[in-house]
């Protein structure tokens, strides 16, 4: 069966740190990855998605994610955080079988930065 | 761009109660969702719809019965809430077939 770990429920930085959050998936076909962000109070927004080619994505407000079939893995990283990247970062799956498109989320990982 | 407005932001109902969230898009996108997030549990799929008219069951579609009669609006009833239901349900289209969502801010279900 598909499924994505998350194995950080809650990952805490100072600012201007570097982040990595993990992401493991299971799925025996050709996977579409994406990290999506959940600031307080709002609805998820896009990070960034990996369909193809090159593994490693870039997104928006400098995070990128590198997706690797070997270990089965799409962590994402960013280099210097901000106090405003304190959020829920999701890592989804996307697939395709017989019943059509299916998502399947991770548990999310709350991250929050210190001052 | 478009947007996703969910209506009402905030619902509070009794225990038994039918309540009604509505959702509308102004994307044109095909496929619209409802998802139940609880904490610590990540997002789960109640309902989709791939077009006008359609309906097809997520994983925890029992309790939830769900109306999508014009392509931009998409509404979820749950049939007789729960305490156990309180939770944030959240609105997403896409265009079919890519997999990537666009959300809602969420509502906010609490039963009292």
């Known amino acids: 069966a598909q499924s994505v770990t998350q194995p950080d429920a809650r990952v805490t930085v100072s600012e201007g740190a570097s982040l990595q959050l993990r992401c493991k998936y299971s799925?025996?076909?050709?996977?579409?990855l994406f990290w999506y962000v959940q600031y307080p109070r709002q609805g998820l927004q896009l990070l960034l998605k990996?369909?193809?080619?090159?593994?490693v994505v870039q997104g928006v407000n400098g995070f990128e994610a590198e997706f690797s079939k070997s270990n089965s893995s799409f962590h994402l990283r960013k280099a210097s955080v901000h106090w405003s990247d304190s959020a829920v970062y999701f890592c989804v799956l996307s697939f395709t079988n017989s019943a059509g498109n299916k998502l399947t989320f991770g548990i999310g990982t709350r991250v929050l930065v210190r001052p | 761009g478009g947007i996703i407005t969910q209506t009402p932001k905030f619902l509070i109902g009794q225990e038994g109660q039918k309540l009604t969230l509505k959702c509308q898009q102004n994307f044109n996108h095909d496929t619209m969702y409802w998802y139940r997030q609880d904490s610590g549990k990540g997002l789960r799929l109640i309902y989709y719809?791939?077009?006008?008219?359609?309906?097809q069951k997520g994983d925890l579609s029992e309790g939830y019965d769900a109306s999508r009669e014009k392509k931009s609006s998409f509404s979820l009833t749950v049939t007789s809430a729960q305490k156990n239901e309180m939770a944030v349900f959240l609105c997403?289209?896409?265009?079919?077939?890519?997999?990537?969502?666009?959300f809602g801010e969420g509502s906010k279900l609490t039963v009292l």
């Open positions: 719809s791939i077009t006008e008219n359609d309906l």
């Open positions: 997403a289209s896409s265009i079919l077939g890519t997999g990537q969502l666009y």
């Open positions: 799925y025996s076909g050709t996977p579409y």
């Open positions: 990996y369909y193809s080619g090159d593994p």
